[in-house]
Structure formats: C-alpha cells, structure tokens
C-alpha cells in the first residue's frame, strides 16, 4: 500500500522549444489516491507531460515537485533512485525489448519471477495472459498483448506513481476493463496514476481531467 501524503504539485508549467511552445502556464495539484486524464489533441503534449512528471524530461518554465522532489533539479543519485522506487512508465509502444523473452522483459523492470511466481502468475491471469506467455519472446506477441506485458511489468513493481500513454489504444473492451480496474486499485490504495489518453470508456472513470490545447 502507499501510504504517502504528498503527491504532485505544478505551478505555471512551461514546456518549449527554440520555435515552438508545446504547454504554457499548466497549474494543478494531484492527490495520492487519484486517477487523473491528460486529454488534447494530438499533439498537444500529453506524452511531453507524462515524461516531465517522470524525470524523462524537464520542463522549460514554472514548478514542479512530485512527491516533494522538485524535478527541475534532481540530479545524479537522487534522480536514479526516483526513478527506481518512486515511478513507473506503460508506454505507448509498450517499451518491450522485442527479442527477449517475457520473463527478461519483467525482470527489467526489477522484479525477479522466480522469488514470487505466485504473485507474478496472479498477476498474468488478471491481465488475461497465459503464465506460459513468460518464456515467449516479445516479438512473437501482438500489439496488445504486448501493451499487458507492460502492464504487468508496471503492476509487479508497483511504483506510487504510474505514468500510462494510452493504455487502452489497442485493446478490446474487456482488456481494456481489466486496465481500468488496475488503475482503480492502484490508487485506491494510495497510488498515483496518470493516463494520456482519449479513450471515452478510460475518461468516465477518472477523478480529475488536465487538459492541454
């Protein structure tokens, strides 16, 4: 469970380049327990936000703390070990070495299969996986069953905050309930999950939208 107070804090964020303004002038809070939706077009930055909330990126202008780090200024040590125990990323192409088999694919992440696989096969089968999956390689799944190994690999670490880049792009009503359910559970008990996504059947559930033009 995560227990922490603290959650996210952006004043005025700015996210810019030489010739182009991506976002200006973003303000909002996000609670521990929260399910919050970046929406906007294409475009618009929701995957630039997504990154600058998980230390990929750093923001051009304004504040921003996330669980008290301010991440303009994280660095070296500090900047590593957010990134080890603090966040975890579904990205939008599921961020999968293609040629690795599952398992390899998990274990990435930093949970090792073989200390828990009763969890890990829990946790498979509510991603409705086959546990056999773990020794298939990676290029030999489908574009969604690729996005649930992802989805597993971030379940097993369990990070407080998880960062989702349309989650549910490429999945089917009932894989992508079972998406919505995880990130329901993950914050009721005291995560937090921030979803880019324009998905309608994602959006009716969230407690809190940002939108970016």
Request: net charge neutral; glycine share 8%.
């Amino acid at each position: 469970m995560h227990t922490t107070q603290l959650g996210i804090s952006a004043r005025d964020l700015k996210f810019s380049y030489p010739k182009r303004t991506i976002w200006q002038d973003l303000t909002f809070d996000i609670a521990p327990g929260s399910l919050t939706a970046l929406l906007g077009e294409s475009g618009s930055g929701k995957t630039t936000l997504l990154q600058c909330l998980g230390s990929l990126e750093k923001t051009t202008g304004g504040t921003l703390e996330v669980y008290e780090h301010n991440m303009q200024t994280l660095r070296g040590a500090q900047l590593r070990n957010f990134r080890r125990t603090s966040v975890g990323f579904v990205f939008q192409n599921s961020g999968l070495v293609a040629s690795w088999s599952v398992r390899n694919n998990i274990e990435l992440g930093g949970y090792k299969v073989k200390d828990n696989p009763a969890r890990a096969q829990e946790v498979f089968e509510f991603f409705g996986l086959p546990f056999a999956f773990l020794e298939t390689p990676a290029y030999q799944l489908s574009g969604g069953e690729q996005q649930r190994v992802g989805l597993i690999r971030l379940a097993l670490r369990n990070p407080p905050l998880i960062l989702l880049d349309e989650p549910t792009a490429s999945l089917d009503d009932a894989n992508a309930q079972r998406v919505i359910e995880f990130m329901k559970h993950h914050c009721n008990n005291g995560g937090i999950a921030v979803t880019a996504t324009h998905d309608s059947r994602v959006i009716e559930h969230v407690d809190q939208k940002i939108r970016l033009a």
